[in-house]
């Protein structure tokens, strides 16, 4: 018999029907003369509840080998439940046991553990409902982007993982190099030779695969990257990763306004379809993790986000009765602080923030003819903060040399992206939305630790 996945079962599964199910035990329950276990395949948020008895061979014998944690595949016929929450079990007729799991050491108890606690054992917390819930609501997010980008045609492109280029220019780049760290080759100037590293120069995980998206536009108009990006930035906050996903789209004969359109409608699109696909994931957040996760969801799809330009930010923070840690003055960057207050006190809901000061933003953003503010955009949401950052390009070639003359950029080091300005320059625009930030927001959880499997954060690369 065909085994069947437990969502499967719980959504449209038939009394009478005879199955096979496989999975982990989460809990099991002795009475006299029968059992029953609660059986979690990760398919769905709750777990098929199994019904066994002694007509089941070695029913003695199983219920001491039954026990939370271990791996079973249980043969039974579909039955009503008696049981309140849920409207089929599972009797049993035969149950295999994969792998037994110690009660007296497997560290998921039945108690609710903190998510600090769950991050020491990452191995194991998938098997808990929240971050069940979590990798599944991530999958569906995922599909929605490919479904989104696929079906306006935007092609899908590989970018690079390892690179020369510091595309943010903040410096947080992790290197990439196989020299023996206890005798590294020198120069005659006493720098370190990289002509005797792997790549003849020096290397780095990317930061961003906007650079080579921008190539791959300039070919095919419109394009996204969706891949993990790495930066060594100190930060221990609840928002930042030392490896993140990042998609980016990119397109070519596309304005600032076109990019604001393409975000906006992204993120609405994004939460209609895991509403759709995850609804009791959802639900289960909103009971369990925040109470506005649903509202937060609704508000996302239904109303146009605000948008504004980074001056009118600054009037608008300098107007708040609110004392903010970080200066707020026209030139310095927006803090945290800031962001949220717009979005979430505010306007209570993402606020798109446009032409922040050339000073403070990477040497790619196009000029604006003001000389002083680049045609960049920031999307802010609540509880988040930035969720995606993006600009129009510099697609005038003497512009963008100044730019990199500037920023003190050699342009030996970007001659093939100044070539996309020599030879059939366009106006384009794209941005990057951070994977992690977006499921976080969508699942109202608290840190972005908890919403990637393997978490890589300063200190810490275990699992
Ligand atoms: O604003 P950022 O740095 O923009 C870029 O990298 C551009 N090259 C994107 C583009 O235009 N193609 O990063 C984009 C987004 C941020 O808005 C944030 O959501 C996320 O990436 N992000 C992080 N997420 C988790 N951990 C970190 N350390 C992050 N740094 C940025
Ligand atoms: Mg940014």
Not at 115 to 141: D, P, Q, Y
Not at 298 to 306: Q, Y
Not at 369 to 376: F, H, L
Request: aromatic share 12%.
């Amino acid at each position: 018999m065909e085994t069947r996945r437990i969502a499967d079962i719980l959504r449209q599964g038939q009394a009478e029907e005879s199955v096979t199910i496989r999975g982990w035990i989460r809990t099991t329950r002795e009475l006299k003369g029968f059992a029953f276990m609660e059986v979690n395949d990760g398919s769905f948020l709750a777990n098929l509840q199994v019904v066994l008895d002694q007509s089941v061979p070695d029913y003695d014998k199983l219920l001491k080998q039954l026990s939370t944690g271990a791996s079973v595949a249980v043969k039974g016929v579909l039955v009503p439940s008696q049981g309140r929450g849920q409207r089929l079990e599972l009797k049993a007729t035969s149950v295999v046991i994969y792998g037994e799991s110690d009660p007296e050491t497997y560290p998921l108890q039945k108690k609710r553990h903190s998510f600090e606690f769950l991050r020491t054992i990452a191995h194991l917390r998938s098997r808990t409902n929240t971050l069940g819930a979590v990798f599944r609501v991530r999958n569906a997010s995922a599909a929605a982007i490919h479904q989104f980008f696929q079906e306006r045609s935007f092609l899908w492109i590989h970018s690079p993982i390892i690179t020369a280029n510091d595309c943010e220019g903040a410096g947080e780049l992790f290197r990439v190099t196989n020299l023996n760290l206890e005798s590294i080759p020198k120069t005659d100037k006493d720098s370190v030779d990289y002509s005797q590293d792997f790549f003849g120069s020096p290397a780095y995980l990317t930061v961003s695969g906007q650079l080579q998206a921008e190539v791959m536009a300039m070919s095919f108009e419109n394009v996204y990257t969706f891949g993990p990006t790495f930066r060594a930035e100190n930060s221990n906050t609840s928002r930042h990763l030392a490896e993140f996903w990042m998609v980016e789209p990119e397109m070519a004969f596309c304005d600032l306004e076109g990019d604001q359109d393409l975000a906006e409608e992204f993120l609405k699109y994004i939460f209609q379809y895991v509403l759709e696909k995850c609804p009791e994931d959802m639900e289960f957040f909103n009971q369990r993790i925040d109470k506005s996760v649903l509202k937060t969801a609704d508000n996302i799809i239904k109303n146009e986000f605000e948008r504004i330009s980074y001056s009118e930010a600054i009037a608008l923070l300098t107007k708040a009765n609110r004392q903010f840690e970080y200066p707020v003055e026209w030139g310095l960057d927006l803090q945290s602080e800031h962001e949220r207050y717009l979005a979430e006190e505010l306007f209570k809901k993402p606020v798109i923030v446009r032409d922040y000061p050339v000073g403070i933003k990477a040497f790619y953003m196009r000029l604006n003819s003001d000389s002083k503010t680049v045609a960049a955009i920031d999307v802010l949401v609540p509880k988040i903060g930035e969720i995606i950052g993006g600009s129009q390009r510099e697609e005038r070639l003497e512009v963008l040399q100044n730019r990199l003359e500037q920023k003190g950029i050699a342009e030996e080091d970007l001659w093939w992206y100044l070539d996309l300005r020599r030879y059939g320059t366009v106006p384009h625009a794209g941005f990057g939305l951070g994977f992690e930030r977006m499921v976080q927001f969508m699942t109202g959880m608290a840190n972005i630790r908890d919403v990637i499997p393997f978490p890589r954060t300063p200190l810490s690369a275990q699992f």
